[in-house]
């Protein structure tokens, strides 16, 4: 018996020294951490999205823009206006010619010169690598006509080629660092890439070569965190100093806590409903005019997204010059405008017509759980003035939408993600694009948005912007609800962290902390 | 012994066989489609042509049994396809993160089996007294208590009121303690009553009655001759367990942001990045009938009545 006390008095004490052991490195390393961060001026900051890599010319592009390490030629200011980035400046030589005069002194991470050269191999490989840039430059050919100046022909007219060289799937970086296993690309930002962790972080410190005003920060270190709630409590528990994408629940939450601050943004995302142009239901404008004048948008924007948004008029938020739309005010009652369309009311209170109650299918999806909730109030708000409503919550909404049948859909959408109404008005609107999911054909609207790509003058594109949505707007194919806020949340102590409508520049150079 | 090896070799080929079909046919069949979910990642729209490239890019033109072919292809000739996302091959995807998950999976495992021991010898040994009342209502609670509400109550409390532990990510020890807790503290509860009960189902054993008569006390006989025998049962639960965590905790791994397989694979799932959904799958198949060939090997150890 005495020797099974020894052997387990004997397993308890190396089980009791391996976790000293243990406990001790960590102390060790949490000390190290804590006097790095007394010498450092450093920041953490919780994203929600993970890339999955650092190829700038993926579908991560936005993570790499938002860490503060990569830019582009072009950058939107805080109002959407194109302005000079790693391009000073640019100028029209011809319809589909554009010449670029690149920045002097800029220098990849890597120590190589940015040159005219570097850049086109940059543009062209985001082009080869990913359809949605060729889509958005619709570059013929890139021409590196000295150090600084190139040039680049458009295989049409590109009215939105200067707002569009903002995306980040534009990202200028040294093509050839990428044939290095050793080390990260080669941007040109204000920070550059220390260490990324997959699915966990990514670690930037301030580039000490950088062309522009160098980083205040010394190190950022940008943590993944997907779950809304533990990004939530990691900021209130200081592991984090700012946080994006807040749920509207949480506003009220983080307010009566002293040290954080709130921020919110008008986003450049719409909430809206889709009508089926091909439903039985719906292709008549009267029935489209009717539920479209019965949304209650500011009751849904003050309940629902907790006064967070702005109510839409048309499909760009106000912020935009091309989305300052006039309010369209239906003058006829809902009775007029259903029996003008040969609907009458049966005894139940319901619309009926020929012998048919009006009942119609309204699909949502569980990826934005608001707009099931602003379905749920359209749902009652029908059913009221007699009209049945039958929500059916789908998984994928865009393949529903394509090989379903289907009356009214919510859908949500960032419109003009380039500060530009082209991309989203052609992918949108134009009767043969794939992205027309409801079945919406105008011929005066085709020639329109045509027009438009050919206009470079940005007061007349704007012009011709505004008139397209309100040719579109007399149809009714969609009812826009609301622009809903991005809300990001921060420590005071950190400064310079601003809510733009704008989703690319989170970190950037003059954040700083106290 | 050789025979076992052999027999259950042959499982493994015919389990995985079944997997890989199964779990091909079920994604292919589950709504999504990869090209237009990656295009549209930031909900800005995408053209018809950017759709079509990208799905013939990723291969999603091919015919269906094409693909599966190839799929099968690749799963017995060891190359797992690559990520549509990353365009890494899934093999190294997968074990990249399996240390992360299998730091947690061997923490979460030792609380359990420490919650298990502690609780069940006590309560057993105590029995209807107050450890064994407060062991009954932790048993209750642990099976009651959904992982992803004691994950988040141990946030609040450890991180964001005492301000005591890190409440997300994984390098130091502490970073460890909360998600390993919410892994193993509920299990561990469940399973200490079965230990316990089982302790006291051999209490009235004939052998119990001899020791007793022996003179030796009734702790001694729990824990130096009963609780070797009421292992076995336990062996079990704790293979399926370690095989359950190693799969990846997919509720845990997310809460706390620990860059595991859990987390991966719901990344994978919303992105219906197919080669990564289905290599998991595969992955985790063959863990479970691993670690059920452990178990079995252990239990021919623990009785050898079995070795017979």
Not at chain 1, 19 to 48: D, I
Not at chain 1, 134 to 154: G, N, P
Not at chain 1, 395 to 424: C, K, Q, R
Request: proline share 4%; hydrophobic share 45%.
């Amino acid at each position: 018996m005495k020797k099974w006390y020894k052997r387990y008095i004997t397993w308890f004490c190396m089980a009791l020294c391996i976790l000293a052991l243990v406990g001790c490195s960590a102390k060790e390393e949490q000390v190290s951490a804590l006097s790095k961060e007394e010498n450092e001026n450093t920041a953490t900051l919780a994203f929600s999205w993970s890339p999955s890599g650092l190829d700038p010319h993926s579908a991560d592009s936005w993570e790499i823009m938002r860490s503060g390490a990569a830019e582009t030629l072009i950058k939107l200011s805080k109002e959407l206006v194109p302005e000079p980035w790693l391009a000073k400046s640019w100028e029209q030589v011809d319809e589909t010619t554009w010449l670029f005069e690149l920045q002097e002194n800029v220098k990849f991470h890597n120590g190589k010169a940015m040159d005219a050269t570097a850049v086109k191999d940059s543009l062209q490989r985001a082009i080869d690598n990913h359809q949605g840039t060729k889509d958005l430059l619709k570059i013929k050919t890139i021409e590196a006509v000295s150090k600084t100046q190139l040039k680049i022909q458009t295989t049409e007219v590109n009215a939105a080629l200067i707002s569009n060289l903002a995306d980040p799937g534009t990202i200028i970086m040294d093509v050839d660092s990428l044939d290095s296993e050793d080390s990260y690309p080669a941007f040109t930002g204000a920070f550059v890439v220390k260490q990324f962790n997959q699915d966990e972080s990514l670690i930037v410190q301030r580039y000490e070569d950088y062309w522009g005003d160098k980083a205040k920060l010394d190190e950022v270190t940008i943590k993944y965190i997907s779950d809304a709630n533990t990004r939530l409590m990691a900021l209130q528990s200081g592991d984090v100093d700012g946080a994006t994408d807040i749920s509207v629940e949480y506003i009220e939450v983080l307010g009566k806590n002293e040290q954080l601050e709130v921020l919110t943004a008008q986003s450049l995302r719409t909430h809206l409903v889709m009508y089926n142009m091909d439903s039985p239901l719906f292709k008549q404008l009267a029935v489209r005019k009717v539920v479209d004048s019965l949304i209650p948008r500011q009751e849904m924007m003050d309940s629902v997204l907790m006064g967070q948004g702005t109510v839409a008029v048309g499909p760009f938020s106000s912020i935009l010059q091309f989305g300052q739309l006039d309010q369209m005010e239906e003058n006829q009652s809902v009775d007029g405008l259903m029996e003008q369309d040969g609907w009458s009311k049966n005894r139940d209170g319901l619309w009926e017509k020929d012998g048919k109650v009006f009942e119609a299918t309204f699909l949502t999806f569980p990826q934005r759980p608001e707009l099931t909730v602003l379905a749920e109030v359209i749902q009652s708000k029908l059913l009221e003035q007699g009209m049945k409503v039958n929500i059916r919550q789908v998984e994928n909404i865009d393949e529903t939408l394509v090989n379903e049948e289907w009356d009214l859909a919510m859908y949500s959408m960032l419109t003009a993600h380039t500060g530009s109404p082209h991309f989203f008005l052609e992918t949108f609107y134009k009767t043969d694009s794939a992205s027309n999911m409801n079945h919406f054909a105008s011929r005066t609207v085709d020639a329109m948005i045509d027009e438009m790509h050919g206009t470079t003058d940005p007061e007349k594109s704007t012009e011709l912007a505004i008139e397209i949505q309100e040719e579109i707007a007399e149809e009714v194919p969609h009812s826009y609800i609301v622009h809903p806020n991005t809300v990001f949340a921060v420590n005071k102590d950190l400064q310079g962290f601003e809510a733009l409508p704008i989703e690319y520049y989170y970190n950037h150079a003059n954040i700083d902390k106290e | 012994m050789l025979k076992f090896l052999l027999e259950r070799l042959l499982q493994l080929v015919l389990v995985v066989f079944c997997v890989a079909t199964l779990t091909f046919i079920l994604v292919r069949i589950s709504p999504g489609d990869p090209a237009t979910i990656m295009l549209k990642a930031n909900e800005v729209p995408a053209s018809s042509e950017a759709i079509h490239a990208l799905r013939s890019e990723l291969g999603l033109t091919n015919s269906i049994s094409g693909q599966y072919i190839e799929w099968l292809q690749q799963i017995f000739t060891g190359e797992w396809g690559e990520s549509f996302v990353s365009q890494k091959p899934v093999i190294n995807e997968l074990f990249v993160r399996l240390p992360a998950t299998l730091e947690l999976a061997l923490a979460g495992l030792a609380i359990m089996l420490a919650v298990t021991f502690v609780m069940g010898i006590s309560t057993a040994v105590y029995e209807n007294g107050l450890a064994d009342k407060i062991g009954r209502v932790l048993a209750l609670l642990g099976s009651a208590i959904p992982t992803f509400w004691l994950g988040f109550l141990c946030i609040y409390l450890f991180s964001v009121s005492l301000g005591w532990l890190p409440s997300i990510g994984r390098g130091s020890f502490e970073n460890l303690i909360l998600p390993a807790t919410t892994l193993g503290l509920g299990l561990g509860t469940v399973y200490a009553r079965v230990l316990r009960a089982h302790m006291l189902e051999l209490l009235q054993q004939p052998f119990v009655k001899a020791s007793r008569a022996r003179g030796l006390s009734k702790k001694r006989i729990l824990v130096f001759q009963i609780l070797k025998q009421a292992l076995l049962p336990i062996v079990t639960m704790v293979g399926t367990s370690f095989a359950f965590m190693l799969g990846g905790s997919i509720i845990v791994e997310s809460i706390f942001s620990w860059p595991g397989l859990g987390q991966y694979v719901i990344e994978s799932i919303n992105m219906r990045d197919y080669p990564v959904i289905q290599g998991y799958v595969v992955f985790a198949a063959i863990l479970f009938v691993g670690i059920h060939m452990l178990v079995d090997f252990i239990y021919l150890l623990i009785d050898p009545r079995l070795r017979v």
